[in-house]
């Protein structure tokens, strides 16, 4: 017998993965682009990116008033034969980029309706509620300041609430925070937007042209119809999209109207399940051969399963995550840049301490959704017809309420609808940037003040 120790074979080396050249251990991925993808991704972000982009735009307003202008009134062309559309650089950002963040909000809206806060009504009930009290109070302020005056139309302004800027402030104070209230805060926030959706829908669409507006319902009926059949190709929706856009665009309804409607009707399950195209993988796996010197011969079968495995998320979930990024830290930012900038020199500050616009935004935006939100959210567990998140208190529903007084990307948005008077625009921009800064300086400090009380209190 051979008193050698035996000896095994070395198992055969194993690929790894090759990670893309930010994931590597090289020094600029490490030091600067993987910090900057965690920041990105972080609730917070959007809001951060929006205050720098608001900050530069009243930089640039009033450091060089005339470049502002010039820039933001530049006319640009889109040229298709005989066809031409002419709008200024803040007209192609209010109007046809917004689309692309209304569209965001339509998606955000189906996947609450379908799978989210708003499916179960009893869940609903207390955002509902709150949200409701949110846009009904804070009109009837603006309009005890200006009814009867030229400014009485801005009416819809104080009812918005900024996502990005009110999710980033519970962010900051997210790990002080119970998760039900950022739950409660998007889900006030949500049907927030359909409320502001609707005034805009209704309101502040003029001349409606019944022609075109018949053309965007049958472009929309044919949506549907592809999507029964089982048409999944993007690029066909796309063009169908476009052309719902322009005709909104014509039709005398905000354009942006068809974002939300492309949104709402964006299918909000996958195609297939996860277990048979897992499955099909392995089944796909074991059929070909994995040798390098044969690269790509098995290419349409590895095709075929990419595409079968992309269907395995659903439509909205795909577009949202391909989408988001570029409404988040590229749209939003930009529309802030082209839309906040007010020149505050000449008297424009001591105009608006005295315009029942700039006054009736302010007490709008913090007053009354501080009062509109907690007291209609107060009568409906009142009365049993709904109930307070998971552990949270009224000092925090408070707080929240607070915090929704943020309005500022969908309150400028309105307030350019409302407003062609430039003097009106610039008071309304200025009472929706200080009702915005303390309605989101008095909700945080309730928030922080209410879990600190929360921690300093001795257990039972």
């Known amino acids: 017998m051979d008193p050698r120790p035996e000896t095994r074979p070395e198992p055969p080396h194993q690929e790894q993965l090759r990670l893309p050249w930010s994931k590597t251990s090289r020094i600029f991925p490490r030091v600067v682009i993987?910090?900057?993808?965690?920041?990105?991704?972080?609730?917070?972000?959007?809001?951060?990116?929006?205050?720098?982009?608001?900050?530069?735009?009243?930089?640039?307003?009033?450091?060089?008033?005339?470049?502002?202008?010039?820039?933001?009134?530049?006319?640009?062309?889109?040229?298709?034969?005989?066809?031409?559309?002419?709008?200024?650089?803040?007209?192609?950002?209010n109007d046809a980029l917004m689309a692309i963040f209304f569209f965001i909000v339509g998606l955000e809206i189906k996947r609450e309706l379908v799978s989210g806060e708003l499916r179960d009504p009893r869940s609903a009930a207390l955002p509902a509620f709150g949200a409701l009290g949110g846009m009904v109070l804070p009109a009837a302020l603006f309009l005890a300041f200006t009814f009867g005056g030229p400014g009485a139309r801005g009416w819809g302004i104080p009812m918005a609430t900024d996502i990005a800027f009110a999710v980033g402030v519970v962010a900051i104070l997210g790990r002080h925070l119970p998760s039900s209230i950022r739950v409660f805060l998007l889900a006030l926030a949500i049907v927030d937007d359909i409320g502001a959706i609707l005034v805009i829908a209704i309101f502040y669409?003029?001349?409606?042209?019944?022609?075109?507006?018949?053309?965007?319902?049958?472009?929309?009926?044919?949506?549907?119809?592809?999507?029964?059949?089982?048409?999944?190709?993007?690029?066909?929706?796309?063009?169908?999209?476009?052309?719902?856009?322009?005709?909104?665009?014509?039709?005398?309804?905000?354009?942006?109207i068809a974002g939300v409607v492309l949104g709402l009707l964006t299918p909000a399950r996958p195609f297939q399940r996860p277990n048979i195209v897992s499955r099909e993988a392995r089944r796909v796996a074991g059929e070909t051969e994995d040798d390098p010197e044969l690269a790509d011969r098995d290419a349409h079968h590895w095709l075929g399963l990419a595409a079968m495995a992309r269907e395995t998320i659903s439509p909205l979930a795909r577009l949202q995550h391909a989408l988001h990024p570029w409404t988040s830290y590229v749209i939003v930012p930009l529309f802030a840049l082209a839309n906040a900038g007010v020149n505050l020199g000449g008297g424009a500050i001591g105009d608006a301490l005295t315009s029942g616009i700039?006054?009736?935004?302010?007490?709008?935006?913090?007053?009354?959704?501080?009062?509109?939100?907690?007291?209609?959210?107060?009568?409906?567990?009142?009365?049993?017809?709904?109930?307070?998140?998971?552990?949270?208190?009224?000092?925090?529903?408070?707080?929240v309420s607070a915090v929704a007084g943020i309005g500022f990307t969908v309150s400028l948005f309105i307030a350019g609808l409302a407003f062609s008077e430039a003097e009106l625009l610039a008071e309304a921009k200025v009472g929706i940037l200080a009702?915005?800064?303390?309605?989101?300086?008095?909700?945080g400090l309730l928030l922080w003040l209410g879990r600190r009380r929360a921690y300093s209190m001795p257990a039972d």
């Open 34 to 93: 993987r910090p900057l993808q965690s920041f990105l991704r972080t609730e917070a972000a959007g809001g951060i990116l929006l205050l720098i982009a608001a900050a530069a735009a009243l930089a640039w307003a009033n450091l060089w008033p005339g470049s502002y202008d010039a820039v933001w009134h530049t006319e640009l062309t889109a040229r298709l034969g005989r066809w031409t559309l002419t709008e200024d650089l803040q007209h192609w950002v």
């Open 205 to 256: 669409s003029t001349g409606i042209s019944w022609a075109a507006l018949g053309a965007a319902t049958g472009l929309l009926a044919l949506i549907v119809v592809l999507q029964r059949a089982q048409v999944r190709h993007i690029a066909v929706y796309v063009v169908l999209g476009s052309g719902v856009w322009l005709a909104v665009f014509v039709s005398g309804v905000h354009a942006t």
């Open 358 to 399: 700039t006054l009736g935004i302010v007490a709008g935006l913090v007053v009354g959704k501080i009062a509109g939100i907690s007291f209609f959210a107060w009568v409906a567990t009142r009365f049993g017809l709904a109930r307070l998140p998971a552990d949270a208190r009224w000092v925090e529903v408070v707080g």
């Open 435 to 443: 009702g915005s800064i303390v309605a989101g300086s008095v909700g």
